[in-house]
């Protein structure tokens, strides 16, 4: 068995794999975007196949579409001949014959089989037992993509090729299974199996998949402590901690002193950001006060099913201070806004930071 070394290929210190990889694993790579392209290229400089050409054009034919990918995957024109075998063997896992027929008569799934049987292909004709995929499964429709993704699969193991993936999606990252690295600010901020990941969330990735904020923190005295915000939370641990806040645990209001409030860390914050998160408007909080609040991800309207009937609000509407409809709110919850936030503190979660010391998680003065 043919292993793939990338100790070598490190982060602040910190490197990709601990030692070299069977083709029987899998490494997924997620983060940030410059990072996951970084340590790709540094992949790509020890396959021999790196997927990173795009799909056919409307007016290739799929031979020439094949040639041409086989010649840009391989850096080798007189691999295009013998290639083409390889290619009409592959394509038999995605269910595509390989023939005159153009790209523009092929739907985006079908489309993306031919791309994915091409790389295979040029993986056999270099022999090689190792080829990095970037986003693999972008572009493909939701319906088929479960599909094509167990296409993959099957054809990798029955090949018996090793496959990095740099991948943005965690269900594409669940399903391919392995060990995923996540890099974010030039780091490895955390690395294992993906699930455990979102479980214990220790990147910035992972909290915004588990809908949490997370920071590190310390446990002392029976009391979890984020830096030096007042925001805090009963403990049975002792050290340093990750802390998570889910999204939804924020309480939200134009008046300090509302009813809303318990009254224990009340602190004020300017709204800097508005963004989408599935069925959720989302604010990001920036404390006016380090040393009382904490920099949040803050739920602000939901429009989900379950939403809608749970709730005896206007439909999306989490905190009735701000406004009496989500017309209301929208106009009053802009960047540059003033909000007063306390977080319910009895859904903070903790644990124990096990490595040295955290990387890329928020800190409480970001």
Same mark, same amino acid.
């Given at each position: 068995?043919?292993?793939?070394?990338?100790?070598?290929?490190?982060?602040?210190?910190?490197?990709?794999?601990?030692?070299?990889?069977?083709?029987?694993?899998?490494?997924?790579?997620?983060?940030?975007?410059?990072?996951?392209?970084?340590?790709?290229?540094?992949?790509?400089?020890?396959?021999?196949?790196?997927?990173?050409?795009?799909?056919?054009?409307?007016?290739?034919?799929?031979?020439?579409?094949?040639?041409?990918q /086989? %010649?840009?995957?391989?850096? @080798?024109? !007189? =691999?295009v001949?013998? $290639?083409?075998?390889?290619?009409?063997?592959? +394509? *038999?896992?995605?269910?595509?014959?390989?023939?005159?027929?153009?790209?523009?008569?092929?739907?985006?799934?079908?489309?993306?089989?031919?791309r994915?049987?091409?790389?295979?292909?040029?993986?056999?004709?270099?022999?090689?037992?190792w080829?990095?995929?970037?986003?693999?499964?972008?572009?493909?429709?939701?319906?088929?993509?479960?599909?094509?993704?167990?296409?993959?699969?099957?054809?990798?193991?029955?090949?018996?090729?090793?496959?990095?993936?740099?991948?943005d999606?965690?269900?594409?990252a669940?399903?391919?299974?392995?060990?995923?690295?996540?890099?974010?600010l030039?780091?490895?901020?955390?690395?294992?199996?993906?699930?455990?990941? /979102? %479980?214990?969330?220790?990147? @910035?990735? !992972? =909290?915004?998949?588990? $809908?949490?904020?997370?920071?590190?923190?310390? +446990? *002392?005295?029976?009391?979890?402590?984020?830096?030096?915000?007042?925001?805090?939370?009963?403990?049975?641990?002792?050290?340093?901690?990750?802390?998570?806040?889910?999204?939804?645990?924020?309480?939200?209001?134009?008046?300090?002193?509302?009813?809303?409030?318990?009254?224990?860390?009340?602190?004020?914050?300017?709204?800097?950001?508005?963004?989408?998160?599935?069925?959720k408007?989302?604010v990001?909080?920036?404390?006016?006060?380090?040393?009382?609040?904490?920099?949040?991800?803050?739920?602000?309207?939901?429009?989900s099913?379950?939403?809608?009937d749970?709730?005896?609000?206007?439909?999306?509407?989490?905190?009735?201070d701000?406004?009496a409809?989500?017309?209301?709110?929208?106009?009053?919850?802009?960047?540059?806004?003033?909000?007063?936030?306390?977080?319910?503190t009895?859904?903070?979660?903790?644990?124990?930071?096990?490595?040295?010391?955290?990387?890329?998680?928020?800190?409480?003065?970001?």
């Amino acid at each position: 068995m043919t292993e793939l070394d990338l100790s070598d290929v490190v982060f602040s210190g910190t490197p990709l794999t601990d030692g070299p990889i069977g083709t029987s694993e899998r490494l997924v790579i997620m983060g940030q975007s410059e990072d996951v392209e970084t340590a790709l290229r540094a992949v790509c400089a020890k396959t021999e196949v790196c997927a990173l050409a795009g799909e056919a054009t409307a007016s290739d034919t799929l031979i020439r579409y094949a040639k041409h990918q /086989l %010649r840009a995957l391989t850096g @080798n024109r !007189a =691999a295009v001949r013998p $290639g083409l075998k390889h290619v009409r063997l592959a +394509a *038999r896992f995605f269910g595509i014959t390989v023939d005159g027929r153009r790209a523009e008569e092929l739907d985006p799934a079908a489309r993306a089989r031919l791309r994915l049987a091409v790389t295979i292909a040029a993986a056999l004709t270099q022999n090689t037992p190792w080829l990095a995929l970037n986003r693999p499964f972008d572009g493909i429709p939701a319906r088929a993509r479960a599909g094509i993704r167990g296409r993959l699969l099957d054809a990798l193991d029955h090949f018996e090729l090793g496959a990095v993936f740099a991948l943005d999606s965690a269900v594409d990252a669940g399903i391919i299974g392995g060990r995923t690295v996540v890099l974010e600010l030039d780091q490895v901020a955390d690395a294992g199996d993906f699930g455990q990941q /979102l %479980r214990t969330p220790r990147s @910035n990735l !992972a =909290a915004d998949l588990a $809908g949490v904020n997370v920071f590190s923190g310390l +446990a *002392r005295r029976g009391w979890l402590s984020i830096g030096h915000s007042q925001v805090r939370a009963k403990t049975k641990l002792d050290g340093k901690v990750f802390v998570t806040i889910p999204t939804g645990a924020v309480r939200l209001s134009f008046d300090e002193f509302s009813p809303i409030f318990d009254g224990e860390a009340v602190f004020e914050a300017l709204v800097v950001g508005l963004h989408d998160k599935d069925s959720k408007v989302q604010v990001t909080l920036s404390p006016s006060d380090t040393e009382v609040g904490l920099a949040l991800q803050a739920d602000l309207f939901d429009f989900s099913a379950e939403a809608a009937d749970n709730s005896e609000l206007p439909w999306g509407v989490l905190h009735p201070d701000l406004g009496a409809d989500i017309a209301q709110q929208s106009t009053a919850v802009r960047p540059g806004t003033r909000l007063w936030v306390e977080v319910d503190t009895e859904q903070m979660r903790a644990y124990p930071v096990e490595d040295a010391s955290p990387t890329a998680v928020m800190s409480a003065k970001e």
